[in-house]
């Protein structure tokens, strides 16, 4: 919950779904900018992940809230505004939309996980990237692989029963679908990533399940590459590192 003395803006988007966004007094001027894309974010979104679930979306811009980030309560993200530059850009907007599908609607069932929810809203952002500016994800890969190479920490478990990942989680999270996407081809890779959250809205899932879907979608045997991406805390071996183009 948001108390303030908010300026609220109302308007709708293309097909009739009310948008509310409220701003903080001394934030409309410089977050208004951010908010107006949200018609533009939601209809790519919604191109990516299928149907938007909600009746209703917007923002709320603060001052400051309970820890310190943007947080995605449903249909109303919440930024930190007043020139914090790591929570009030556009990859942090369309983060937080993305969370509508993964994260929200479709919610992680336990801590362990969470990459259900924070890897998807990452790799949303790549692939908003890749779409509106033209950003080639296959060097952006290649350039973290190598960079990262010899962090031990960078590789640890995505997904490890009982314990919740760590921060690598937006870091490798969006390497590992990215790699998935290379693995299993474009067509299977957008295809299952549609219809994970149009076939599990209003529910709670887990990693497992979702190992099981894509296997299921993709027509593919997964299972090595999903315990050298997710289940394992070192560098992939090179056949799960590198697949398809991302052949160095």
Excluded at 200 to 229: I, M, N
């Amino acid at each position: 919950m948001s108390i303030d003395r908010f300026t609220i803006e109302r308007s709708a988007l293309a097909d009739g779904t009310p948008v509310v966004n409220a701003y903080a007094p001394g934030l409309r001027e410089s977050t208004k900018p951010l908010a107006d894309r949200l018609p533009e974010i939601l209809d790519f979104l919604s191109g990516a992940f299928g149907r938007y679930p909600y009746r209703a979306g917007g923002n709320v811009f603060v001052h400051v809230n309970d820890d310190g980030s943007a947080t995605a309560p449903q249909t109303r993200p919440v930024y930190l505004g007043a020139g914090n530059t790591r929570y009030m850009t556009l990859d942090a907007v369309v983060h937080e939309q993305a969370h509508q599908w993964y994260g929200i609607s479709t919610a992680p069932r336990q801590p362990e996980d969470n990459c259900l929810s924070e890897c998807f809203a990452v790799y949303a952002t790549w692939l908003w990237d890749e779409a509106k500016t033209g950003v080639g994800l296959d060097a952006r890969y290649r350039d973290q692989v190598n960079t990262n190479k010899g962090n031990p920490g960078f590789w640890k478990e995505l997904y490890r029963p009982d314990q919740a990942p760590g921060l690598n989680i937006y870091d490798k999270g969006p390497l590992a679908l990215h790699a998935l996407r290379r693995q299993v081809g474009d067509k299977a890779f957008h295809r299952l990533i549609k219809q994970w959250p149009q076939q599990h809205r209003g529910d709670y899932a887990d990693w497992p399940q979702f190992e099981t879907f894509a296997e299921q979608v993709t027509g593919q045997d997964l299972t090595g590459f999903f315990h050298a991406w997710f289940r394992s805390a070192t560098l992939p071996a090179d056949k799960y590192l590198w697949p398809g183009r991302l052949q160095p």
